[in-house]
C-alpha cells in the first residue's frame, strides 16, 4: 500500500501553483498509483479553521482514500486545545504546522498546547522544516526533546539543511523524516536509510504543489533495497497511523 504522508487541499498561499479540492486530490492520487493520502489545508494563517473543516468534508466524501490533518496556528487568539478536540472528533489522525509561513519558532512554547494534545491523543505531529530560522530542523529537534512521546515527522527534510534533519533524527528517536521535495541530489534518501533506518523515512508528495510522480520516483529509483522502498512508500505511515 502507498501512502502520501503530505498532501494538500484548498486555496494555496502559493503564487505558482493553483489549489486544488477533494476530488482533484484523488485524481492526482489515481494517477499515479497512491492508495492513501494524508491531507491538511493550505489555509495555514488566514482562516485555518475554515480550512479544517474543508479537510473533514474531504475525508467523509473519501474515507477510504484520505486521512485529515488539523492545521495549527499558535499566533491567532484561539485555543489550539479545542480545535484539536474537535478535528480529533471528526476523525483526524495527525496535526500540521508551519513555523516558516507563520513565523513561529518551531521549538517556542507557543506550540506546548499543540505537543500536549498529540501527546494525549498519540498523534503525529507534521512540521515543514528549511533552512529559516522558525522551521529548522534544528528548532524542531530541540522541540522533540521536549516532548519524546510524541512522534514528529520532518516535513521536506529541512530541504538544503538535510545533514542537519538527519543529525536530528539520529539523535532522536521520535524524529522522521519526510522525503517531500528533498534535492534529487548526493543521493538525499539514500544517505537517511543509511544513518537513521528506513523504518524512520516516510515518502510524501506535497500534492498539488510538487509532482506525484517525480516525488515517488527519487525513492523508487533509490539504491535501497525493496524492503526499505516499501517501508517509505507506505508501511511506516501506516505503522504511525495505526492503520
Known amino acids: ?42 489555509s495555514h494563517t488566514y482562516d485555518p479553521i475554515k480550512g479544517n473543516n474543508e479537510v473533514i468534508q474531504a475525508v467523509q466524501r473519501y474515507p477510504n482514500r484520505l486521512i485529515g ?17 474537535r478535528c480529533v472528533q471528526f476523525g483526524m489522525k495527525g496535526l500540521k504546522l508551519h513555523p516558516f509561513v507563520n513565523e513561529f519558532y518551531a521549538d517556542s512554547p507557543l506550540i506546548d498546547p499543540a505537543l500536549e494534545k498529540a ?4 498523534l503525529p505531529i507534521l512540521f515543514h522544516s528549511g533552512t529559516d530560522s522558525h522551521s ?10 521536549r516532548y519524546p512521546e510524541v512522534t514528529i515527522i520532518i516535513g521536506h527534510m529541512g530541504g538544503e539543511a538535510y545533514p542537519d534533519a538527519i543529525e536530528v533524527a539520529k539523535a532522536n528517536p521520535n524524529v522522521l523524516l ?6 534529487n541530489i548526493a543521493n538525499i534518501i539514500e544517505l537517511a ?12 508528495s506535497d500534492s498539488p504543489a ?21 517501508l ?5 505511515m501506516a505503522r504511525i497511523l495505526g492503520l
Open 1 to 42: 500500500m502507498i501512502i502520501d504522508g503530505h498532501s494538500h487541499i484548498g486555496s494555496s498561499w502559493l503564487g505558482w501553483v493553483d489549489g486544488t479540492d477533494a476530488d482533484g486530490l484523488i485524481k492526482i492520487m489515481d494517477k499515479y498509483g497512491v492508495d492513501k493520502a494524508c491531507v491538511s489545508s493550505w
Open 69 to 85: 490533518f488539523c492545521v495549527l496556528c499558535p499566533r491567532l487568539k484561539w485555543d489550539m486545545r479545542k480545535e484539536v478536540d
Open 119 to 122: 501527546k494525549e491523543y498519540n
Open 136 to 145: 529548522h530542523p534544528r528548532n524542531i529537534g530541540n522541540m522533540a526533546k
Open 178 to 183: 519526510d522525503t517531500t521535495e528533498v534535492p
Open 193 to 204: 536509510v543509511k544513518n537513521v533506518g528506513a523504518e524512520r523515512v516516510v515518502w510524501g
Open 210 to 230: 510538487l509532482n506525484a510522480g517525480v516525488e515517488m520516483a527519487k525513492v523508487k529509483y533509490a539504491d535501497i533495497s525493496r524492503k526499505e522502498k516499501d
Open 232 to 236: 517509505i512508500l507506505g508501511e511506516n
